[in-house]
């Protein structure tokens, strides 16, 4: 049998190269591997807290349809159990709009019908809807809008969403009583700079970025006292994105948030 062939120093720093390359790449699969584990994790807690979110709106209407069924009500109680069912099917619907606008996003398919949009006409009537929200927990919303407004370049329907999630998180997060909701819009050069400010419970300074991260909540426990899914800023902050403005907070923790964001005017004679 022949001996083996010494490696002379050339092959044995190809070898000691090839070693480290190995290692290089074995670590890389390392993380890989990991990171997928954390993105499975991650969809696992998704999919358990989306479908609790939903599964809490359902179950009130479920409910409240059997005592429909079986129950001799009076006009009064009549009422509140529509009233109920129809909160419930609102937060359903907010949330399923949400998670759509998310894939889409995610997708790279989403795509604005941007038009002139007077915000004189659309945030009174955002308002309105939001108004039985409000009064349930306590909450009056004001709304400050410059005279000389003018028009913004936006998607209605998409903007529509960007008010309903700030001024729902200016609505959630307010304190026991005498909650108050602003809707202030004012003409910044060739931006219109809208501020949802609310006296609520705040965010810490060091989560005011984050918190416009896809999921992210302040309170993430599963005995959180608020609901939700953690969708809205993320959602509000790449609709305000996809219009070229920006969208930032500011919070003191305990006295109130404020959510700015701005949006270009619309182009004369648009
Ligand atoms: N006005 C606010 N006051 C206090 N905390 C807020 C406010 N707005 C947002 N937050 C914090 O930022 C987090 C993310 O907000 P976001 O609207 O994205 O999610 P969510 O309200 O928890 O759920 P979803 O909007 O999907 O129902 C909230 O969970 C909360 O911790
Ligand atoms: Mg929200």
Redesign the pocket.
Known sequence: MKAPKRLDERERLAVLNILEDLRDSYRMLEKAHQELKDVDRVKTDIISNVSH?LRTPLTIIKTSLEIIRSEELDKEEFENILSMMEDSVTRLN??IE?LLRAVDIHRGIYKLKPEPVDLTLLVPSIVKKAEKNAAERGVKIKMSLANDLPKIRGDPAALERVFE?LL???I??SKEKGGLATVAARKEGSSVRISVS?N????PED?LDI??APL????ATSTRM?????????VSKSIVAAHGGKIW?E?TVGEG?T?HFTLPVAAEGD
């Open positions: 979110e907010d949330h949400n999630n729902g998180n200016a959630k997060f609310d609520g419970i705040g965010i989560k918190v416009f992210y909540q302040v309170d608020y609901s939700g899914i953690g969708l809205g800023l993320a907070a919070s948030t959510v």
